[in-house]
């Protein structure tokens, strides 16, 4: 590997968690003066996620999954304003944590095993009475946490294939500058040695592993796709999103880019952001239509 890129991917993870920290939330709690319930999904200190539930009937339910470059220094607090804005707009908000590189058996599989068994965790809500609608759900994540919104989105589409018993199915997916060509991503230093870290070696190394966990080499996904990107982002480049859009639409996907003008990588955490804005409209006419 060149200087050059070496420079360019610590450059990349520097900006990216110098970013995380100035717009790291303080927690928030919803008007209706609820707080969130936290519930496990697994055995594990991190397999837990934060269940914010609006008080209108059988909402549509919305999984956040945040992001930080799978790392462990960050956690779902990220999605703290977020959850509680969307369940003020009448949403149930999942908002999941994951292991993330820097914890026992993180990256792969364990990160990604870890995504799947907290979406179907609803399940069990719903066995449990909590009032929400399992036939729209909505998985939307930033940044990695976008990677693995969409890949969760394409890898349940696989597992299922061919099955009908599973009472809860994602129906729509966003990614907010969502990483979501992990090969590429590589190629352009996107997260310093993040990407590396996350599957255990390099695309040459791992490439079983790259095309299992790499959304888009698990196009199509056959569900509403919504990439949401800034033009000004320097930490995952707006390329990444817009060469990933053209391959979903290539192989028959409903999949849409909207291209925030002056926008970078961080306004997706504030619920006062043309970002946000963006992502409520969508999910008003996908989710509840």
Not at 29 to 51: C, F, R, W
Not at 157 to 177: F, L, M, N, P, Y
Not at 198 to 215: F, H, N, V, W
Not at 272 to 279: I, K
Request: overall charge neutral; aromatic content about 6%.
């Amino acid at each position: 590997m060149s200087s050059g890129a070496t420079c360019r991917r610590e450059n990349s993870e520097r900006a990216g968690a110098a970013a995380l920290q100035r717009l790291r939330p303080e927690r928030v709690y919803m008007d209706n003066g609820q707080v969130p319930k936290t519930i496990k999904y697994g055995s594990l200190p991190d397999q837990a996620g934060d269940l914010y539930l609006p008080s209108t009937p059988h909402p549509p339910v919305i999984c956040l999954l945040h992001g930080g470059f799978w790392r462990a220094s960050y956690g779902r607090d990220q999605m703290d304003a977020i959850a509680a804005d969307l369940a003020r707009r009448g949403f149930a908000v999942w908002n999941l944590e994951y292991r993330r590189l820097g914890v026992p058996n993180a990256g792969w599989p364990g990160t990604f095993d870890d995504v799947l068994a907290g979406i179907d965790r609803l399940t069990g809500f719903a066995a449990d009475g909590i009032d929400i609608d399992l036939h729209r759900v909505v998985v939307s994540g930033h940044s990695a946490g976008g990677h693995l919104a969409l890949w969760a989105a394409a890898r349940e589409r696989g597992r299922d294939a061919g099955k009908s018993t599973r009472e809860c199915r994602i129906s729509a997916v966003v990614g907010q500058a969502p990483v979501a060509d992990l090969q590429r991503a590589f190629e352009l230093g996107t997260g310093g040695s993040a990407v590396r870290e996350l599957m255990g070696g390099t695309p040459t190394e791992r490439a079983e592993r790259y095309r299992r966990a790499s959304p888009r080499a698990l196009l199509p996904m056959n569900v509403p796709q919504l990439l949401i990107h800034g033009t000004l982002d320097d930490v995952v480049p707006l390329e990444i999103s817009r060469t990933y859009t053209e391959a979903a639409r290539a192989a028959g996907d409903r999949a849409e880019l909207v291209e925030l003008p002056g926008a970078g990588h961080m306004e997706f955490l504030d619920p006062a952001s043309p970002a946000h804005a963006v992502l409520c409209n969508w999910l008003n006419r996908v989710a509840l239509a």
